[in-house]
């Protein structure tokens, strides 16, 4: 039996949360010296949406890291835990989204508005910059439906909608580098976890695993 604590309770969820909105808390304040009424909901999406960019990255590589050659050789960091940890991310970057999302939705000086937020190309903040988070939103939802449907749908159906995960993630990093207004004060943080990601999703593909590997997940199409 593994001895990894699964994060089973709700208290795990809630330190998700409490870490990733201090980190995007703290990142946005910064870079933005004062804050008036009128520029807190700009300051809360902003913030949201950088709590959920992190919550997305640990997610993703926590995705990328459940199929890697690497993780056999690994067993503490290969158990069920570390699947929990992936779906209970999952929600945490939820959560967020939908705090980014109303906080530029009820935004009158944002200029991307409720039709922007849902309809790419139709915010008049950037409409291409937005436009690549929706289509990241989107995608994104589908591979977490597909994770709720993997006991109805086949395995290999089930890999294909799963692996866009990463074009997800890839829609949001250039939504978040080239949507934000302060972007440029966060790009240590872009080029630090975009290159971790890719350095992840590089050597899961091309190291050899070994050869003594099984994969026993259930539905994994080999």
Do not use: K
Not at 9 to 35: E, T
Not at 74 to 103: E, K, N, Q
């Amino acid at each position: 039996m593994s001895d990894v604590v699964a994060p089973r309770r709700p208290s795990w969820l809630l330190g998700w949360l409490a870490v990733a909105a201090a980190v995007g808390y703290l990142g946005i304040s910064l870079v933005v010296s004062h804050v008036s009424v009128q520029m807190l909901p700009w300051v809360l999406g902003r913030a949201f949406g950088v709590a959920a960019y992190l919550a997305l990255v640990v997610m993703t590589g926590l995705g990328l890291w459940l199929r890697h050659p690497w993780r056999v050789s690994r067993a503490r960091w290969s158990g069920p835990a570390v699947h929990r940890a992936h779906a209970l991310l999952a929600t945490v970057t939820l959560i967020f989204v939908a705090g980014h999302i109303v906080a530029l939705g009820v935004d009158r000086y944002a200029g991307v508005g409720w039709v922007g937020t849902f309809v790419p190309g139709r915010s008049g903040y950037r409409p291409v910059a937005v436009a690549l988070g929706t289509i990241g939103l989107y995608v994104g939802v589908a591979v977490g439906l597909s994770a709720r449907l993997a006991g109805w749908i086949g395995g290999r159906a089930f890999l294909r909608v799963h692996r866009w995960g990463s074009a997800a993630c890839v829609a949001i990093w250039f939504h978040g580098v080239l949507a934000g207004s302060n972007a440029r004060a966060l790009v240590p943080m872009y080029v630090v976890t975009g290159a971790g990601l890719a350095a992840l999703a590089a050597t899961r593909r091309w190291v050899n695993p070994p050869s003594s590997t099984v994969s026993l997940e259930p539905g994994s199409g080999r």
